[in-house]
């Protein structure tokens, strides 16, 4: 079991309510520490203020985000992107309406062992047994901490398409290309699907809602604050979508439940063509429109922000919830971040990420080095998002067959 620290220490005397007020102070203090290039910390200061000092996600009112782009108008509505054009095209054939393309009417219980929404493997379970609190496969507090999990998940998921909706919304006021705007509205009606079925999966079927991450509101205020509209498409289409993407086909892969699995499938093809847009949005004009030192900040910006969504999604509300008694905020984070769950889903999140970042021209010498001592270089050779179609990405999840997680590492 890990040392607890002097931090651990105080935490401890603390009553439970203040202890994770204490917590989120420390979050932001490590987000300093951890994020290396001063410039994109400095960036990020007021969106983590906001996310973790004043919790602006959790106080269960609305969240007023001062948006600073500028609108593009162009009269003269000339210039055409083909490829733009071709994704617009496909989004108008291939769009679905929730109401009639998934059966609501099957009944899910999150506690069903013969239908888990997550496998038994995909947590640690075996660990709870240091603490003096073994979670037997199969008995009631094991599946509610797997139905939990899984809640936790689908709740970001949700949290995180809001974020896609009006992301969405600004960059199509942003983009300076007619067909980008065409396909941009296409993604906006993409997104709000995306919000009503997670929202209805939720609320109907697994009776739980948890808040937005503070890690994830974070990195969702920075990028809808920003005015420059390519920090938007490289935080939306290629950061949050990317990761997105990559979890939704790891829970594809993995759940028996077999309305969040059809209701995957739909998603993951829309999201497929989202970062396939941020990638043609960006290449060109990373290439051509940029200095060296704004180049370099995004770079940088996407290095950062990678490690941050892999170090910091540790579903720490299911830790406030049940286990703040039993172990410490680090112990926790361990156990997480070990997980075979958690760690697949860091594999088929980078997976998914860094081809798309060497796409748009993010990925020179000098950040390869940086992406080579992190450990994910080795991603760097597989399918930009313009090379995978969804229905490509499916086939593959379905070849590689469903509900083991030891086959998802392979
Ligand atoms: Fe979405
Ligand atoms: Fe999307």
Redesign the pocket.
């Known amino acids: 079991m890990a040392q607890p620290t002097a931090t651990d220490r105080l935490l401890a005397l603390l009553p439970p309510t203040a202890q994770n007020r204490a917590a989120s102070f420390v979050e932001a203090g490590a987000l300093v520490t951890e994020v290396e290039s001063p410039r994109v910390m400095l960036g990020l200061l007021p969106s983590a203020a906001r996310g973790f000092l004043l919790q602006r996600g959790k106080q269960g009112v609305p969240t007023l985000m001062p948006a600073r782009h500028l609108a593009h108008f162009d009269w003269s509505y000339t210039g055409a992107q083909a490829e733009m054009r071709d994704l617009y095209r496909r989004a108008k054939q291939q769009q679905w309406d929730a109401e009639v393309a998934l059966d609501w009417s099957v009944d899910v219980d999150p506690l069903n062992p013969e239908r888990p929404i997550l496998p038994y493997e995909f947590f640690a379970f075996e660990r709870f047994r240091a603490y003096g609190t073994p979670l037997p496969r199969g008995s009631k507090e094991e599946l509610r901490l797997r139905a939990d999990l899984a809640t936790w998940m689908l709740s970001q998921f949700l949290h995180g398409e809001q974020g896609?909706l009006l992301a969405s919304a600004q960059v199509t006021e942003c983009v300076q290309w007619l067909d980008g705007k065409f396909y941009g509205a296409t993604?906006v009606m993409?997104?709000a699907r995306h919000v009503e079925v997670f929202h209805r999966y939720l609320t109907t079927k697994l009776c739980k809602l948890y808040d937005v991450n503070d890690n994830l509101f974070v990195i969702i205020d920075a990028l809808m604050v920003d005015g420059r509209w390519d920090m938007k498409f490289l935080g939306m289409q290629i950061m949050i979508?990317g990761l997105a993407l990559g979890a939704f086909g790891l829970l594809y892969r993995l759940t028996e439940e077999p309305l969040l699995r059809d209701l995957l499938r739909y998603v993951i093809q829309?999201?497929a063509r989202?970062v396939h847009y941020g990638v043609i949005a960006l290449r060109e004009h990373y290439r051509t429109a940029l200095s060296p030192e704004e180049l370099r900040e995004r770079q940088d910006w996407a290095f950062e922000v990678a490690l941050l969504m892999r170090n910091r999604f540790m579903a720490h509300e299911i830790y406030e919830e049940h286990y703040a008694h039993l172990m410490s905020r680090k112990e926790w984070n361990k156990n997480v971040a070990e997980s075979p769950g958690m760690s697949e889903f860091r594999h088929t999140m980078f997976e998914r990420l860094i081809p798309n970042l060497r796409a748009i021209g993010l990925l020179d010498e000098r950040m390869r080095r940086h992406y080579e001592d992190a450990g994910l270089l080795r991603y760097a050779g597989g399918r930009d998002a313009s090379q995978l179609s969804g229905e490509a990405m499916l086939a593959e999840l379905d070849a590689r067959g469903h509900g083991d997680l030891a086959s998802a590492a392979s």
Request: charged content about 60%.
């Open positions: 896609a993604q993409d997104e979508e829309d999201e989202h």
